[in-house]
């Protein structure tokens, strides 16, 4: 469904490595790309050099690819908004943009995170803070690594809306010959997949460092779509998002590989680090470290039991050691396989 003549604008908010990484990815399939940055040196940098040095280093960016700090400037005239902020930052930051934002432009969030206090999706606080109704915003989830998609390497994602209108609009505005998106119209099932995935991650992470191999990964992944498909379910998602792209796919593509930052700040606790520690040297915020309590939050109140977000949760506490996380898990009642479905 074409939706545009090659050229449109876009405005990313959020110049990390998945936001410029994304910039990227609209730019090669025809926008004109302003991208927000908090820091005004990043900006200079960007404009200047065409690379954001501080998170995807080596990458050119595109010429229609170009940085601003002032949030007003970002949004004039775009019709795609896109937000890659971290996920507890959104609400506080987009009370400031949203006076500025376009009334017609989609509202895009690439965010993968459940809010503190409140246990809503990125989708949610986006349409409370901003006023906008669900035909407006879209949600992109999948095995989306930033340093390989802005490596221009293969890689498929998951556009969802919901409408199959406004998710083939989106669909269009970023396919590229490396880039291919698939919709979907369970944004609830599509987010709750990101969000929880990164939790997993952590624990997959805590399992390496300490030394354990491919069996205890792969049973930790496999349990921890068993419980992201729990909740995900007793919220109302379609189960067979959890075995897609936004499910299994970004699941698999999170605890398997280095350039995860949620494994990579999970193998340092395994490995003896304090969650300061870790975070001290992380250039940026691994999502499952806030969001597990949220995911926590939101699980006691649909009624679901989810044990190894429980136990990344006591971790990041403080409550457990990486040992003492893992023999409690083990040390559970012996169930059937699928108790609880």
């Given amino acids: 469904m074409a939706v545009h003549d090659g050229s449109f604008r876009a ?57 601003t700090h002032d949030a007003e400037e970002a949004a004039a005239g775009a019709d795609l908004v896109v937000l890659a902020v971290p996920s507890q930052c959104l609400r506080a930051n987009l ?15 690439l965010m993968k995170g459940i809010e503190l206090g409140t246990a809503k999706r990125m989708s949610e606080v986006i349409g409370e ?9 879209s949600v992109v989830s999948g095995p989306n690594l930033a340093r390989e998609i802005a490596g221009r390497q293969p890689a498929a994602s998951v556009v969802a809306a919901h ?9 269009a505005m ?7 998106p698939y919709t979907n119209t369970d ?15 952590l624990a ?15 049973s930790v992944i496999t349990r921890g779509l068993a419980e992201t498909a729990r909740l995900g379910q007793a919220l109302g998602a379609d189960p067979y998002t959890f075995s897609g792209l936004a499910g299994l796919g970004d699941l698999v593509a999170t605890c398997s590989s280095p350039l995860s930052r949620n494994r990579t700040f999970g193998e340092r606790l395994g490995e003896g680090m304090s969650v300061g520690e870790a975070a001290a040297i992380s250039r940026q915020v ?56």
């Fill in 11 to 67: 405005a990313v908010f959020g110049a990390g490595s998945w936001g410029t990484a994304f910039a990227l990815v609209l730019a090669d399939a025809g926008a004109d790309v302003v991208l927000w940055a908090r820091r005004q040196e990043l900006c200079d940098a960007i404009n200047q050099e065409h690379v954001n040095a501080d998170y995807l280093p080596g990458i050119v960016l595109p010429d229609q690819v170009r940085a």
């Fill in 95 to 109: 009370a400031g943009w949203s006076a500025f934002l376009p009334p017609a432009a989609i509202l895009v969030s």
């Fill in 129 to 137: 803070v901003t006023g906008s109704g669900p035909e407006r915003i």
């Fill in 163 to 171: 409408t199959e209108e406004l998710a083939q609009r989106v669909q």
């Fill in 174 to 180: 970023c396919h590229t010959p490396h880039f291919r």
């Fill in 187 to 201: 944004v609830l099932g599509t987010e709750m997949g990101g969000a929880v995935k990164n939790v997993i991650a």
């Fill in 204 to 218: 997959v992470g805590i399992a390496v460092g300490l030394g354990f191999g491919d069996n205890a990964r792969a």
């Fill in 286 to 341: 691994a999502e499952g470290v806030k969001s597990c309590e949220s995911i926590l939050d939101l699980a006691g109140r649909a009624g679901v039991d989810m044990p190894i977000v429980e136990h990344v949760a006591r971790m990041v506490r403080g409550d457990f050691t990486p040992q003492d996380m893992l023999r409690s898990l083990l040390s559970r009642s012996a169930k059937p396989e699928r108790h609880g479905h």
